[in-house]
């Protein structure tokens, strides 16, 4: 179980998708408590009762929210889908799930009285019940997704030794300020990452391996780019598939090896679909 907690997992749901989880989360449990009044609620006898049991909902979808953009945002490198594992995963989730709770206790707080010892004694339960129910489902789910991602990508098809490369394409790509160029052939270019507003092109001349920082977008890079080889593969990549002489896989995604390097592209599960090229 330790060497599950240790694997990589995805961490790259779309800004629309984590949106969506944390809205519908939200609506669920207002829907939940409004409809069947579970803990005792059916005896509540506050006015605008319906009301008062919305904000539970907006409580778990603004918690969600932050967890999913605000905290990522100020510590990015904590973040990095690169170094998530099923064990962050997990304790995140649970993280969320608590803090939820604490915020709950304290809206109820505001809404029937003062802060006490009997108030304190309801937050140590709610704490507990919170964790209790809700670290079996956490575990599972993320399990359960790591194993489906696991089978999904640890069997990718490998790319033919026997391609056969066109020589001599020039390329031009071109800076955001319409000047400042870099000039290549297609077939030495290994890969292009994104850095904020920069792009480094990593691409080989005659025996050297050379690196040149360029102010573009990947997007817009990628708009210059006519070879249908040269391709995006993550938000932060643009990789040449024909320098691929090594595919390998995790619940992650694909990892592609390039050529004549050490270097280890990732390919980001939203574009997977270009490893069935190797098929």
């Not at 990589?8 to 409004?34: C, V």
Request: aromatic letters at 16%; glycine letters at 4%.
């Amino acid at each position: 179980m330790l060497k599950i907690l240790e694997q990589p997992y995805p961490h790259s749901d779309s800004n629309s998708t984590k949106t969506f989880i944390s809205l519908g989360t939200g609506f669920f449990i207002a829907l939940f408590l409004i409809y069947f009044e579970p803990f005792s609620i059916n005896e509540l006898t506050t006015p605008n009762k319906t009301i008062f049991l919305v904000g539970y909902g907006i409580i778990s979808t603004t918690t969600m929210l932050i967890f999913y953009f605000i905290i990522p945002f100020i510590f990015p490198n904590y973040f990095k889908e690169e170094n998530w594992t099923v064990g962050k995963d997990i304790f995140n989730i649970m993280l969320n799930i608590i803090f939820i709770a604490f915020l709950n206790v304290l809206y109820s707080q505001i809404i029937f009285g003062s802060w006490g010892k009997s108030n304190i004694t309801m937050l140590l339960k709610m704490f507990s019940y919170t964790f209790i129910l809700g670290i079996f489902p956490t575990v599972g789910i993320v399990v359960i997704n790591y194993i489906y991602y696991l089978k999904q990508y640890s069997h990718p098809p490998q790319p033919s030794l026997s391609t056969i490369l066109v020589h001599n394409i020039p390329l031009t790509l071109i800076a955001e300020n319409e000047k400042d160029t870099i000039k290549l052939f297609q077939e030495d270019l290994f890969y292009i990452e994104s850095n904020d507003n920069y792009s480094t092109v990593i691409f080989q001349k005659e025996e050297l391996i050379l690196k040149e920082l360029i102010r573009s977008s990947l997007i817009r890079l990628e708009n210059q780019i006519p070879a249908e080889s040269i391709v995006r593969c993550h938000r932060s990549y643009i990789v040449n598939l024909d320098k691929v002489i090594k595919i390998s896989g995790n619940a992650q995604g694909y990892k592609l090896y390039l050529k004549d390097s050490d270097f280890i592209v990732p390919v980001a599960r939203k574009y997977s679909e270009i490893v069935n090229r190797f098929k």
